[in-house]
């Protein structure tokens, strides 16, 4: 009888630890969601935008558990095209973007090798 237990407790075991990582990482449903993709608008000099398709950009958001947007990280790289304006030194910028409803705020830096980025942060809690 000690033989037929040990395998089968041995199995329930195995079977607990496989599917304890599920039940551990189970995202919840007002879990942050992350994307990454290309394609933004990137400022020259003169604060002109044009899309740059290579441009990086990675954005982080997240509701409350009533759907509300409590979150919004926002964060890109660019290159100005040939042609484009640069600066004779970086040019950093203020701006702000409303995104869901809320006010996203941040900077941009527009640099003389014509290399763009830009953040916006928006945090319900720190308002």
Do not use: W
């Not at 973007?97 to 996203?104: A, D, K, N, Q």
């Amino acid at each position: 009888m000690r033989k037929a237990i040990i395998p089968a407790l041995a199995s329930c075991l195995l079977v607990a630890i496989s599917m304890a990582p599920s039940a551990a990482f189970a995202k919840a449903e007002n879990a942050a969601v992350a994307e990454n993709g290309q394609g933004c608008l990137v400022a020259d000099a003169n604060g002109a935008y044009t899309f740059d398709a290579a441009c990086n950009y990675h954005v982080v958001t997240r509701n409350d558990r009533n759907g509300a947007l409590v979150l919004v990280s926002y964060q890109d790289q660019g290159t100005l095209p040939e042609g484009a304006p640069r600066p004779t030194s970086a040019v950093r910028r203020e701006v702000t973007s409303t995104v869901g409803g809320e006010t996203c705020t941040g900077h941009e830096v527009t640099t003389p090798s014509g290399q763009y980025r830009s953040d916006c942060r928006f945090n319900a809690s720190n308002n």
